[in-house]
């Protein structure tokens, strides 16, 4: 990822987290006091976002040395030490929590993906994220999905059309909708519909778009969906679906399956950093 994109971040969150002064870590430590301190795993998973946890030590003291045992992408098991870190102790202390916050928040979405990967493996089609995701963090969690083995959907509301049902209710229709998006937007802005019946998606196929969404269908009424679509858009299936119920939804032959979940209800990945070694 380009640290010009997390660099802000990580600062944001250092300075929400130490304020003026770690008063606990200076009252104890030194400013000449040196540790080494060991991030490990405590659960089985998918780590994410090495780089920005290193970040929020250097930018605390640029002579801290960050030794990444793990790359992002790569699994963890419990005990497995996944990064050792050298450098003027107050730093260490003053960093630790910001830099586990991140990297156990973007390792659960990975981890997360990674599991929902699994499930639909032996189909031909893309788990996608959505835009159900922490404010300001959005451009970090999609990043831990890719690190999970997903895709990513639209980033924001200004990179791709997806005219929704209060778009179709709010233009008076599907064909309105399409028609009013053409006039404004440029050839090489994708356009998504999303559609809830059979009825809408007929609709949907008569005019120039690129994706159907089939929206909170049962798999029963997607497939029946993806069969008249016939491949001559994309197909994209969205709305409540869970772990549980992946491998039906893929198993209808849609190409993608978006999951809000991936993001919005991940659970971090169990971490700690210890140090191991010290001196005056």
């Known amino acids: ?43 089985e998973g998918i780590l994410a976002g090495m780089d920005i946890a290193k970040r929020a030590f250097t930018l605390l003291d640029e002579q801290v040395s960050f030794q990444a045992k793990v790359q992002d992408g790569e699994s963890v098991s419990p005990g497995q030490v ?79 059309i997806l005219i929704k049902d209060n778009h179709i209710a709010a233009a008076g229709g599907i064909t309105e909708a399409v028609r009013l998006v053409h006039e404004k937007v440029g050839h090489m802005v994708k356009v ?41 858009v994309l197909t994209e299936a969205s709305g409540g679906i869970t772990l549980d119920s992946l491998v039906q939804v893929a198993a209808t032959g849609v190409d993608l ?3 809000g979940w991936l993001t919005h209800s991940a659970q971090a990945l169990d971490l700690s950093l210890n140090i191991v070694e010290g001196r005056v």
Not at 7 to 25: H, K, N, P, W, Y
Not at 215 to 222: A, I, K, V
Request: proline share 2%; glycine share 6%; hydrophobic share 40%.
């Open 192 to 232: 998504e519909v999303e559609t809830e019946s059979l009825a809408q998606v007929e609709e949907a196929l008569r005019t120039p778009i690129d994706i159907i969404m089939l929206d909170n269908m049962s798999t029963e009424l997607m497939k029946q969906a993806v069969q008249r679509i016939d491949k001559k």
């Open 82 to 160: 996944v990064a050792v870190i050298k450098g003027r102790t107050r730093a260490l202390l003053s960093g630790e929590r910001v830099a586990l916050n991140f990297l156990q928040r973007l390792s659960g979405i990975a981890t997360g993906t990674y599991k929902a990967m699994e499930c639909v493996k032996a189909f031909d089609c893309h788990l996608i994220d959505t835009r159900k995701t922490t404010p300001g963090l959005r451009g970090l969690e999609k990043y831990a999905v890719k690190m999970g083995g997903g895709y990513n959907h639209r980033f924001g509301l200004f990179d791709a």
């Open 1 to 43: 990822m380009n640290p010009l994109y997390y660099e802000e971040i990580v600062r944001r969150a250092l300075s929400e987290d130490i304020g003026f002064q770690d008063l606990t870590t200076e009252a104890i430590i030194s400013e000449t006091q040196w540790s080494v301190a060991e991030i490990t795993a405590k659960a």
């Open 257 to 259: 399956i978006s999951l």
